[in-house]
C-alpha cells in the first residue's frame, strides 16, 4: 500500500536537494572589482555581485533576469533582458544601477531579445516579424539593421559592431560588420564556419575553420585581411571548438576550447590550468583569472584560476552525495560511421546493467558534457543510469558534426540515438526508456513513433509534434531556425512530424507542456494529444501555466521534473 | 528556497496516510456465517471475507471489483462486475466460488453494468445502445427486455424480477415489474417518486411519497393492492429518504432511513440504535445486525449494531488525527428561498475564518453527508476549511430537493452554492477556491465562467465542458442521464455548457482529467483546453493515462488528489 506515495516522497525529497543547489556563473568584473554573477541562489536567477575575496553575495536585481549581458570591466551599468510576458519570451531590457541596485526598463515594445552587446554603446538584437538590431541610449531604442537570418551581435568598439550568423547557407556562418551604418557580411572562404568575433583594439578576433580545424585569427576590418593567430598550446590541445571568446581587461585574448565535453582556458594562448571539467565563462583583471567552472560532481561554481581557488562553489545536499558512481565517455559508431559522443552516467543505486535511460539535450545546436546536469542528477538519484548522446547536430565536436543534422532532422540524428541506445543494452541497460526537453522531447516523440519496439516508455517536454503548425506559430528568429534546421526544405515539414505517426505509438508517452512556450508552442502538442486520443492511445500529460520554454525557477524545475520522475517510476 | 518541494513533502505524507486507510463495507452474508466485504484493504478495491468474531479479512478476489452485488444469505457464490478497459467501465460479470476464490468470467460482450441482482436467478442492466436486462445462466447471458430509459434492477423472486426508474418522466420515478416476459410499469400516483422495491415473501416492500414525504408501503403483485407500512418509530424520525431496503435472513424488513445528513438502521420498524452517522448498507442474520457505518471521524467499518461492537474499524492515521476540528451542519436559505444543507468541516490547522475550499460533490444524485470523505479529509490537512454543500438537485433532502435540477443544469444549483459561498466568505472562508469531480468539476466550470469574480481559483476534475459533445460521445445510459438532467431540452446543451462561456475566465484553472474516462470524456475537455489556450486564459492540465472516470485504486486517487492539492498551494 502506498507505494506510489513512498516514491513521491522520495521524489519530493531529491528535488528539495536539487532545488537548494545555488548555479552561479560569473558574466564580469564590475565596479568596485566585484564578480558580476547570475546564480539560483533565491528561488529564481538573477544578479547578484559576488565579492572575490570573502565570496559573499548581494544581490543586485530585484526580479528575476532571462538573459544577461557582460559588461565593460569595472562598469556600475549592467544591461539584461527579462521576460514580461509569463514565459512567452516576449523581452524587455533593463538597465541596472549596481550602486542604487535600481532597475531602469528601456522604453521599448516586449519582443525575444536574443543578443546583448555593452561596450561603449549598447545594442541588441530583438525579434518579431524580422530579427532587428536596436541601439539602446538614453532610455530608448532605435533600429539598426533587420534580417531574416539567424544571427548572434557580439561585440562593438569605436563605431564598429560584430557578430556572425547563417547568412549564407544553413551550413556555413559568416562575420557581420556594422560601421556607420553600412553592413558587410564577411568569410574568409564560402562555406565555412566563422564564430565568436570580438574586438581587440583595431582588430576582430574570431574562431574559423576555413582552414580545416577551428582555430583563431585576426581580421583587419578596413583591408579585411585575415591572419591566422598561432599559439603552440592550443595548437597541442586540437580543440574540436572555442566556445568562448572574450578580452581582458588589459586587452589579453581570453579563449576557452573544447574537446571531448571538457573545455580549457589560455589567455593569450597560454593554458591557465584548473580543474577537469568545462569553463564557460573567463575574465581577467590584472592578472588574476575568474571563470565559471562545473563538471559531473561540482554544480556550475567560480573560481579563481592558477590559485585554483573556488571563490563561489555550491555544496552537494547531502542526499545528492554519491548518486552518480561513474561518468564514462564513449564514442559510439553510428550507422554510417558518425562517432556519436556519449557520456554514460552509472547510478550508484543500481546494478550495471539496470534500469536506464535516454536524455536527449535540446538545442539541437547544445550539446551534453562533463558537467553537473539537474536532470541527469534527477534520475540518477531515482537509480536510474543515464546516457546523454552528442548525436548529429550537436555542438563541441567541431562544426561538421554540428552542421550535418541540416536539412535532416529527425533523421540521422536519430538513428544515432537509436544506435547508441542499441549498443548500450545489456551492458548498461536492462530496460531503457527515452526523455527530453526542447529537441529532447522531439526525439523522444520521434523515436516512440518511428522504432516503437526500442524504448520501453518516453517523456516528452515541452516538444515539438508538428513543424507545420509551429513554423506558422513562429516569430522570425524561430521562422529562421526551422528554416536552418530544415536547410530550407520546408517541403519536409509533414513527412518529419511525430504527429504525421502517431498511430504507430506503442509505448507509454508523458507529455509535459508549458502553457506559455513561445517556441514549441501549446497548440500543437494539444492537436497532438487529439490525434492520440482518437487513436485509442494511452498517454499522460501535464500543461504548466505561466511558464515558458525556458525553466526560469525553482517551481519551474519541479513542475517539468515532478512528472517525468513519478511517470518513469510508475512505467520502469 | 525549496517552499514548494516542502509542500510536495506534505501533500505525499498525507496522500501516504489517507492510502493506507482501509475503507470497508459489508454487502451480505456468505457461508459460514462469514461476512462479505468491499475493502480497500490493498492497493485496489476487492471483495473480502470478514470474520464477524475475529475480525479477520481474507481476500476473495484476485483482482479489483467495479461493482459487487449483494448475494443470498448464506450463498458460496458471489457475482460482481469489472471493468475490462482500463477505465472505460466496459465491464464482465464474474461469479466467484467462496470456497475455491476462484472466478469464472461470464461470456458476454463488454458493457457497462449498471446494476446486478442475485437471488435465486442472476440479472443485470448493462448499456450500450439501449439499457438491456439481461438473465445470467449457465455462464451465458441471454436478453430479457430493453428499454431507453434510466432505471435500476434490485431484486428477484419466484419469477418475478422488480426494479425503479425513470419511465415516464425526469421528475418521477416508477416501479418495474417484470414477470413471465411480460413488462410493467407500476405507478400508485402519476407523478410520484417510487423506490427500493424488494421482494419479501410474495409482496412487493418498496418507498414512495405519494402521499407526501416518503414512506414504505407494500404493493400485491397480482392485484396491484398499495397497502402502507404503519412503523411508529420511523414515522417519529420522519426521514426526507429510505436510502436502503432489504430484508433479513428470515425475512425481517431492513430499512435505513435518512435526514439532515444521517441515518438509522430499522428492522421491522424497530431502530436498532449505533453510533450518530452514517448507515449504508445492513444485514439481519440471527437476530444480529451487521451494518456499514461512518461519520465524519470514523472511515467506512463494519459495525453490529445493538451490541454496537465494531467487527472492522480501520485505524486513522496519526497524521489525519485531529485535523478535522469541528463539523457544522447548516442549512442556508438560496436565492428562491430553497434550503441548502451545508456542512463546514473547520481544519484544526487554520483560524477561522481562513483560506476555504468550497468541495462540491458530484453526481448530481449524490450527497455530501456526515461521512468520512477522502477529499475532504485531504484539504483539511493542507489547512482548508471546506464547504461541502448539498446543493438542489442532491439527494438524502427528499425528491423534490433531487428533482429541483431537473431540465436547469448550471442553473439552480450553481446560484445555490454561489449563495453558500457568499454567506459564509468572513465568516468562515477569507478567500475560497472551488473543487470538484465529475458533476463537482462540471459546477466549477460553471462557477469560475459565470461568476468569474466569486472564486479566487478552481480545479475540476472529470468534469463536463460541453453537453453536445459529450452526448454525442455517450452510451445509451449517459444519454438517458443527460437527457433526465436537462428534462429533454437538449436544445440547451450549448447554453448550459461552460465552453460557451470560456472566454470569462479569470480565476486560475486546473483541470484533471482520467483519459479513459467514458462518462465525462476527454475528447470535448481538450477542446475546451484549446478555446482556452486561443483565448489566452491561463489554465494548469493534467491527464491521467489508464484511468476512467471512477476511482479504483490508490494510484487514482493520488494522481487525481496530489495536482488538486499542489495547485491549491500555489494559488491560495
Redesign the interface.
Known sequence: ??????R??RI??I??AL??IPHTSVLGVIEGGKLLSLSLV??DKALYSLDPESGKMERLTKGFVSLPSIPPYFSSEIYFARDVS?GKELHKLYKLDVNKKEEEEIEMEPMRITSIVHSDKVFFVGSKEKNTIYLVEGGKVEEVASFHEVFSITDYSQGLLVGSGFFKSPRSSELLLIKDGSVEIFTPKEGSVNENPIIVGDKIVFSSNFEGSPKLYVLDPETKDVERLEYEEIDRFSPYEFSFLWKGKDQELIAIAKKDGRSRVFVDGKEIKGPLGNYSTAFVVEGKVYATFTNSFTPSSVIELKENRFIFKPEVPEVLKGVVKEVIFRKIRSFDGTEVPTFIVLSSLSEVPGKAVMLVHGGPWAEDDDRFDVMTYSLASMGYHVIRSNYRGSTGYGPEHTLKIMGDPCGGELKDLIEVARSLKGEIAKEMCIAGYSYGGYMTLCALTKYPDEFKCGVAGASVADWEEMYELSDAIFKGFIELLFAGRNDLFKERSPITYAENLKA?LCLIQP?NDSRTP??PV?KF??KL??LGK?????????MGHALRT??DM?NVL?PMLVFLE?EM
Do not use: Y
Not at 1 to 6: D, F, L, S, T
Open positions: 500500500m502506498g507505494e506510489k506515495i513512498m513521491i516522497r519530493a525529497e528535488m528539495e532545488a537548494q533565491q528561488r509569463s507509454p502553457q501549446l497548440k494539444l494529444m487529439e486520443n482518437e494511452t498517454f499522460e500529460a501535464h500543461i504548466i501555466p505561466n525553482v517551481d519541479v515532478m510508475k
